[in-house]
């Protein structure tokens, strides 16, 4: 059935103005070659100047303009008008306080993410001249799918321990932490091990696999989370049975 139009209910609010959060009710051009992003920027540029949102490249490589959309967190620029109904719901992610409309606060996660070291810790600094760090396309191989990572925060806001634990490092951040602890060029696991390994770190996660779920790049932070609780719990007998390696 073809239809001309889409409605578009977009949720509200400006905590400098507004009690509580409202939907918007915007009827919009039905393109079948448009994605959800498509007909928000028509909101904005022909509907209401007033909306606020985040997008970038339009291409699902930067991120920016993860949402929820008919109740599942996804990149609005990933996502087709075609694919849903006469109405589409969209609201901003879950589990993070609102700054204005779609636009979400993600200190937290930029401070935990900080938190997990998410950089190579080299063995020896080498400058410029001394070149590279020399790696193997096997060894690229072993950590190369948790790379993919684009920070949309999709992970954040379908995670319910996130929502259930505030102080809960979250997926993306652990799953860059293995990302780095799997590097061939990296020697800082030990230096992750305090965040990583503690009760907000990995133990929190209950395994739901909501975050690979989500995840539009496919990177699997449930995996990742999963691969580093076994290595934390070798590492743990290790240092039980052995005491004398650390010596």
């Known amino acids: 059935m073809s239809r001309d139009t889409v409605q578009l209910e977009i949720l509200r609010y400006d905590p400098e103005k507004d009690s509580e959060p409202y939907f918007s009710t915007y009827e919009v051009p039905f393109n079948d070659d448009w994605v959800v992003l498509d007909a928000i920027n ?6 209401d100047r007033t909306l606020t949102y985040r997008w970038s490249c339009h291409m699902a490589v930067c991120g920016s303009c993860g949402m929820v959309i008919n109740g599942e967190p996804v990149l609005s620029c990933h996502t087709f008008m075609r694919d849903y109904g006469d109405k589409i719901r969209i609201e901003p992610l879950q589990n993070f306080p609102v700054e204005r409309d779609l636009v979400v606060v993600i200190d937290d996660f930029v401070e935990k993410l900080g938190s997990v070291k998410p950089y190579i810790v080299p063995k020896v600094e080498k400058t410029v001249d001394e070149g ?24 954040y806001s379908a995670c319910p321990q996130v929502g259930l634990n505030p102080g809960f490092v979250g997926p993306a951040a652990l799953a860059l932490a293995h990302r780095y602890n799997l590097d061939s060029r990296d020697v800082g696991r030990a230096a992750r091990e305090d965040v990583v390994a503690s009760n907000p770190g990995i133990w929190e996660c209950s395994f739901v696999g909501a ?3 989500v995840c539009p790049k496919s990177v699997d932070p449930a995996a990742a989370i999963q691969q580093t609780k076994i290595a934390s719990t070798v590492d743990y007998f290790t240092d039980f049975l052995t005491p004398w390696r650390k010596q």
């Open 42 to 47: 028509y909101v904005k540029e022909n509907l």
């Open 132 to 155: 590279e760090y020399i790696q193997s396309p096997a060894q690229l191989a072993v950590f190369k799918q948790y790379t993919a990572c684009i920070n949309c925060l999709l992970c």
């Open 211 to 213: 975050c690979s779920e």
